[in-house]
């Protein structure tokens, strides 16, 4: 019988197991990777040691370096290989490294990367998009942080109105607007964590609770809201699933009061080949996707529907020659454009996607059996080639419950301890993705280390 503890504060799990097996994991990973300890040492004119200070918030006493990423696995300097469930946060949805991506990149390298003009791949991909996303225009930028931050400003030009909404826990990239939560009191802050910003930010944005349409229409009833963003799903916390009824609601509640609705499926393209617009029959008025939708090659795109179209070209009409602020030098480049073409008409077909939703079956069904084995207050949610293990009962509904389901020493633990047992997951929470590359053999090694691990932090 376990010993007694504080559920609350770990998930269900007694704090002094969480501690044990860190210790432990801790151990094991530095004490096997001595050409990774000595990289640590030498990356010091980086920042936090890192090219990028989101990767010193993995939970590995210092950054493991990759030597080789392909398909669905990772091997690091030291020649430990690993199971990749994170695949760059969703970057390499469709594997490390496609093959049709890389060809795509090897013939377009030798006829110019950066130009600031089209391609002969720029129309095929504008067809592509449209055929694939439904909306009639498209648009290429660098990051999905640049596609949302465009698509806010074309939604605020078309609309002439100054103010967004978005949902409490959301997370859209790099837009200072979205960097907004409900605080303790349920009034609209700036994020506790945000660095550098000085600004209110509560002042043109509103937020909301995910799931909740009559907090929606009072954000959006004096009619000063450009647009609603949303994920369909939210992805970026503890996975949190639409109601019955919330996007018909939404939809509608947009249309009556001239909100605009901005769909961001950076993270729900593991649906299906159309996103969860298409499978779920949504009509967004723009529309963003980033990360995987090259291949892995930086880039994301953008849509507007053709109403949207119309009244931005007005509203450009009435203003006098200069810079439109939304753009960048790298975005729409040959590079990106061959990535695009190939990953839409070769990587990211039917095929791939039935076989990355049935291996997401068999890792859903293996994770459930696993948290039930344990005994442990948890549940596996899905969004089609994501599934993620919620540190819930049941599924939860909002924002401040997928942040109430957040435990950062057991969370830290578990991937620590997964990863020394040869399977990488996302260091931001239990998220793990299905890519067309991932085998039977990886979905096994993968439940049997979450069973060892599951079996020591419950006693």
């Known amino acids: ?97 496609p093959a049709p991506v890389r060809r795509a990149l090897i013939a377009q390298a030798s006829r110019g990367l950066a130009t600031m003009l089209p391609s002969p791949d720029a129309a095929a991909v504008g067809d592509l998009l449209a055929a694939r996303f439904g909306l009639a225009k498209w648009q290429i930028a660098t990051t999905a942080s640049d596609a949302n931050r465009f698509a806010i400003r074309a939604a605020r030009a078309a609309t002439a109105r100054p103010r967004i909404l978005v949902f409490d826990g959301a997370y859209h990239g790099a837009v200072d607007e979205t960097f907004v939560e409900l605080d303790r009191q349920g009034r609209a802050a700036n994020k506790a964590g945000l660095v550098g910003e000085p600004r209110d930010l509560s002042e043109l944005t509103r937020v909301a609770p995910f799931n909740d349409l009559d907090a929606v229409e009072a954000a959006l009833a004096d009619g000063s809201v450009a647009c609603v963003i949303t994920e369909p799903v939210m992805t970026n916390c503890a996975m949190v699933l639409p109601q019955p009824g919330f996007h018909a609601g939404l939809r509608e509640l947009t249309r009556r009061y001239g909100t605009l609705l901005l769909i961001d499926e950076t993270h729900t393209l593991s649906t299906g080949p159309g996103g969860y617009t298409s499978a779920f029959g949504l009509e967004p008025d723009l529309f963003v996707v980033g990360k995987a939708i090259a291949g892995g090659v930086p880039a994301a795109v953008w849509g507007m529907s053709e109403e949207v179209v119309d009244r931005l070209n007005r509203a450009r009409a009435a203003l006098p020659p200069g810079h439109s602020g939304i753009g960048t030098t790298l975005s729409g480049s040959p590079l990106q454009l061959a990535a695009l073409r190939a990953t839409l008409e070769e990587v990211a077909t039917e095929a791939a996607y039935a076989h990355m939703n049935a291996t997401a079956d068999a890792m859903q069904a293996t994770l459930d059996a696993v948290i039930a084995k344990a005994g442990l207050p948890w549940h596996v949610a899905r969004c089609g080639a994501r599934v993620e293990v919620v540190r819930s009962a049941r599924p939860l509904r909002n924002g401040a419950e997928a942040k109430a389901a957040h435990f950062g020493a057991l969370e830290a633990t578990i991937h620590l301890a997964m990863l020394v047992r040869g399977t990488l997951i996302s260091p931001f929470h239990d998220m793990m993705l299905a890519s067309p590359s991932t085998t039977a053999e990886q979905v096994e090694r993968m439940g049997r280390a979450m069973d060892e691990v599951l079996a020591r932090l419950a006693g």
């Open 1 to 97: 019988m376990n010993a007694p503890f504080m559920a609350s504060e770990q998930g269900g799990v007694d704090p002094a197991r969480v501690t044990a097996l860190r210790a432990e994991a801790e151990a094991l990973y530095l004490g096997t990777r001595p050409k990774t300890r000595a990289a640590a040492g030498a990356a010091a004119h980086l920042f936090e040691g890192v090219p990028m200070h989101w990767m010193s918030d993995w939970s590995t006493p210092v950054p493991l370096v990759v030597a080789e990423a392909t398909g669905a696995r990772l091997v690091d300097i030291d020649g430990n290989a690993y199971d990749d469930f994170c695949l760059g946060d969703t970057a390499a949805l469709f594997g490390h490294g």
